[in-house]
């Protein structure tokens, strides 16, 4: 099994779709994040889960809701986007208390038309 | 606030070597991370450094200097493969007892034969 998958590896939704990404680990990590990614831009980190309890949110808009069910899951719920929205959106994981190295998924290409 | 500055684009040919830098202004910082990401591919951890000095992994390098805010990658003996982005990421304080990773801008290698 891969590290950490992501699914789908693509996305195109209009700005009234409701859709969700998926995210899970299969390292035995305690610590996931989510992460966007724009062209000529940092990774803007969105939210950090620590053992199933969201330790981080940074000023992301109402638009994204995270949902981390278990150790092994972590979900973006997407609902109302905009087109600046559309960017990469990389998970990764961690053990906790071991930020420094993370472990990504090969992320969700989102598209909003 | 947490600002990083890295070059935005290197290039070298095959077998040289090449350094990366990055300035950092943060407040409670723990260490420097560095992340290689080729086109279309998920970031991947190359190193990290929590104390000053010289940190070596096979042909890649990390250097911190926490009294100068600086640090560096190097890379030796470069290889084609080697052409990708790369990030250093400075570890901080979060906002509950889980720290974070702020990214660069990243630095786009281009190896030419």
């Known amino acids: 099994e891969t590290g950490v998958t992501q699914t789908p590896r693509h996305l195109v939704m209009g700005m009234t779709n409701k859709k969700s990404l998926k995210c899970e680990q299969h390292?035995?990590?305690?610590?996931m994040y989510w992460y966007k990614q724009s062209a000529k831009k940092p990774l803007e980190l969105m939210f950090v889960y620590s053992l199933e309890e969201r330790v981080e949110n940074n000023s992301v808009p109402s638009r994204f809701s995270p949902e981390c069910p278990n150790s092994s899951h972590l979900f973006l719920h997407l609902h109302t986007l905009q087109p600046e929205d559309s960017a990469l959106y990389l998970c990764a994981s961690s053990p906790r208390g071991a930020e420094a190295e993370q472990y990504f998924g090969p992320g969700t290409r989102l598209t909003v038309t | 606030g947490q600002s990083l500055e890295q070059p935005s684009e290197v290039t070298a040919v095959e077998g040289a070597i090449v350094q990366i830098n990055c300035t950092y202004q943060?407040?409670?910082?723990?260490?420097l991370s560095w992340y290689q990401q080729h086109d279309g591919g998920a970031p991947t951890f190359l190193s990290y450094?929590?104390?000053?000095g010289l940190e070596e992994t096979g042909r890649f390098s990390s250097f911190l200097s926490r009294s100068d805010s600086y640090g560096y990658l190097l890379l030796q003996e470069l290889q084609m493969k080697d052409s990708a982005s790369y990030f250093c990421?400075?570890?901080?304080?979060?906002?509950?007892?889980?720290?974070?990773?702020?990214f660069g801008t990243g630095t786009l290698l281009a190896v030419q034969p």
């Open positions: 450094n929590a104390l000053d």
């Open positions: 943060t407040s409670g910082f723990y260490g």
């Open positions: 990421a400075v570890r901080v304080r979060g906002d509950g007892a889980t720290n974070k990773l702020i």
């Open positions: 390292l035995g990590h305690n610590a």
